[in-house]
């Protein structure tokens, strides 16, 4: 259970930084960022299974690539479920999902024994 809330925090934190460097991504506050690093974990964990079986062709020919896109997209839904947290655009949202893989990888990679 501690390593559950210490993931959920450092992924609260890894968006409030990818919100400091891509510039169309803005999270009014900490609160806001763990409620919407909350809620991006329910729907990548129920919604994104079911976009990419459903986009397997496309991730195919595009060699797994289109899953940016879907992750970008996943980005962009937060923001219009979580008051506070803002995705501007479908550029902002894709960079900013790739930020945030990349911070999130590496913060998660600093904690795990």
């Not at 009014?28 to 919407?36: D, M, P, V, W």
């Not at 397997?56 to 008051?83: D, E, R, W, Y």
């Not at 894709?94 to 945030?100: D, S």
Request: glycine fraction near 8%; avoid cysteine; proline fraction near 3%.
């Amino acid at each position: 259970m501690k390593s559950l809330l210490l993931r959920w925090l450092l992924n609260a934190v890894a968006l409030i930084f990818t919100a400091y460097l891509v510039p169309g991504i803005e999270v009014k506050s900490f609160g806001t960022a763990l409620i919407a690093a909350l809620v991006l974990g329910i729907l990548n964990a129920v919604i994104r299974p079911l976009l990419l079986f459903l986009t397997l062709p496309i991730n195919f020919f595009t060699l797994g690539l289109f899953t940016l896109v879907i992750n970008g997209f996943m980005l962009f839904l937060v923001a219009k479920l979580v008051s506070g947290f803002v995705v501007t655009g479908f550029f902002s949202a894709v960079i900013g999902a790739l930020v945030l893989a990349v911070v999130s990888f590496l913060l998660n990679a600093l904690v795990t024994d």
